[in-house]
Structures are given as structure tokens and as C-alpha cells.
């Protein structure tokens, strides 16, 4: 099974928005409205930010929103901030073999 | 607030066992899926498997030959076993809480398990 596929950089400046692809396939994230996102910063474990496509759990910040269309889902960060420099990873249940599958991950830099 | 920490041994040979345990605390384990992931130095992660409190197991396929995922209820913890490990299988390794199979919402804070001679 091929992990889902995210842009490998992004950046952007404070204040302005991006956008983080993550492409699967119509066995997983086109299957299922069960992707969720993670933020990782250097040396620290990965953080839930998004889950069932774009439920945001308990204290995290409305600047981050998650949406669908077919095959790809989509990270949205509103009014960057340089805290949110990071790694960020997609992931989505598939049915292929009934486990999660994670995105390769993508580099956001804040300039 | 659910905690979950990595405990074992931080180098293992190659052909050896790789054996870590994952203690909870903050909430009892029974109820829940909990799962193992593993991220190699600078690259990406890597979901291992899960097991439920009753003790059924899932593995990703690409490891279901070496890897054994157990639970102790009384004492809250799970635990990973891989086998026959090689440089491949150096990485941080995350226990985790997983939600209906579907996504990962609490988090060790990981363990780094080098494979070496």
C-alpha cells in the first residue's frame, strides 16, 4: 500500500494562508470521510489537528481547517504565524487492509 | 487528559528483539485501540498496528510477520514486539491512542530504538 501523497515544502509569510494537499486513492481518502492531520515540530511527537476531515478537537486553533473533494483532502492554515513552522503529516483509513495510511509529509515554512 | 510513555531498551542488535512498553495514564486502557507508530531519523511516519482492550490485534501487512502487539490491562499498558530487527527498523517509535481505528489523538512522546552492532 503507497503512503498518500503530500507536496514535500511549502512556505508562506505571516499572516497569509496555505494549503496542504494530501492525494489518495478511492479506497482510502475518496472511500471515507476519515482523514485527519497531524503538526509535528523538531523532536516532538506528532498532534492531532484535524480528524474526520475537518473536526478540529479541543483547543486547537480555528486557523487550521481541513476539507475533501474526491481523492484529495486539503490542510488550510488562515493568518500563518511562525509557531506554526513545522512538519505536517496526512493520514486516512483504507480499507485495503483495514489500517491507517500516513502521507509522506510536508515541510511548511513560515518566512 | 490521557498520558501514554515509551519504556525499553534503546539499542538492540540486529537479528535480536525489539521490545517496548507503552504505560497509560490518566484513563484506564480498557475501551480503546492502542497503537504503535515508528518514524525513521528525518523521514516519515509509519503507522505499526493496534490492539484493543479485548486483545484483537491489526498490523500493517508490510510487518504482520515480525510484529506482536500485547496487552496488560492491570497494569495499563501495551507493549511491541518486533523480531529479527535490522538498521531498517532504527527509528523513534510512538505508542499512541487510537479512535475507532481512524485516527490518533494522544500521543507518547517516543522513544528512539537503534539498531546496531
Known amino acids: 500500500q503507497s503512503a498518500l501523497t503530500q507536496p514535500a515544502s511549502v512556505s508562506g509569510s505571516p499572516g497569509q494562508s496555505i494549503t496542504i494537499s494530501c492525494t489518495g486513492t478511492?479506497?482510502?481518502?475518496?472511500?471515507?470521510?476519515?482523514v485527519s492531520w497531524y503538526q509535528q515540530h523538531p523532536g516532538k511527537a506528532p498532534k492531532l489537528i484535524i480528524y474526520?476531515?475537518?473536526d478540529r478537537p479541543s483547543g486547537v486553533s480555528n486557523r487550521f481547517s481541513g476539507s475533501k473533494s474526491g481523492n484529495t483532502a486539503s490542510l488550510t492554515i488562515s493568518g500563518l504565524q511562525a509557531e506554526d513552522e513545522a512538519d505536517y503529516y496526512c493520514s486516512s483509513y483504507t480499507s485495503s487492509n483495514t489500517y491507517v495510511l500516513f502521507g509522506g509529509g510536508t515541510k511548511l515554512t513560515v518566512l | 487528559q490521557v498520558q501514554l510513555q515509551e519504556s525499553g531498551p534503546g539499542l538492540v542488535k540486529p537479528s535480536e528483539t525489539l521490545s517496548l512498553t507503552c504505560t497509560v495514564s490518566g484513563g484506564s486502557i480498557s475501551g480503546d485501540y492502542w497503537s504503535w507508530i515508528r518514524q525513521p531519523p528525518g523521514k516519515g511516519l509509519e503507522w505499526i498496528g493496534y490492539?484493543?482492550?479485548?486483545?484483537?490485534?491489526n498490523y500493517n501487512p508490510s510487518l504482520k510477520s515480525r510484529v506482536i502487539i500485547s496487552v496488560d490491562t492491570s497494569q495499563n499498558q501495551f507493549s511491541l514486539r518486533l523480531s529479527s530487527v535490522t538498521a531498517a527498523d532504527t527509528a523513534v517509535y510512538y505508542c499512541a491512542k487510537e479512535m475507532r481505528s481512524t485516527y490518533l489523538d494522544y500521543w507518547g512522546q517516543g522513544a528512539l530504538v537503534i539498531v546496531s552492532s
Open positions: 474526520d476531515v475537518s
Open positions: 490492539i484493543r482492550w479485548s486483545g484483537s490485534t
Open positions: 478511492s479506497s482510502d481518502v475518496g472511500a471515507y470521510n476519515y
